[in-house]
């Protein structure tokens, strides 16, 4: 009976530790190649991003100045190229592979009032 209970303990404890790695970031798409800032003079982010990618780049997750090799659904990663995204996945060392990911939510500003005299 002990060792059951142990046993269940251990299993419970493996999951709860596997699911608290799952995070959730905030940046832009991009590739490793250019990272933060894109070479292509001319060029739209994301034709720049599309370019680096063909050539043999993987797509990539700039938060701040940090750059993490971003896995995911190329299909979808393709359509959100140079956009700022919310991922939500799994960090393991400099790469952040996606459960899912969808373009940021930008707050909305108030409308400024009029003064009233």
Known sequence: MRLR????????LALTTSLAFAETFTGKVSDTM??????????????????????????????GDKVYTLKGDKA???KLAGAKVVVDGDLSGDTVTAKSIKPAQYPRRPHPTRPSF
């Open 34 to 63: 250019c990272g933060k800032k894109h070479m292509m003079a001319g060029a739209t982010d994301a034709k720049c991003i599309d370019e680096c990618i063909k050539g043999g780049a993987d797509y990539a997750l700039v938060i």
């Open 5 to 12: 209970s142990l046993a269940l303990a251990a299993t419970a």
């Open 76 to 78: 979808q990663l393709a």
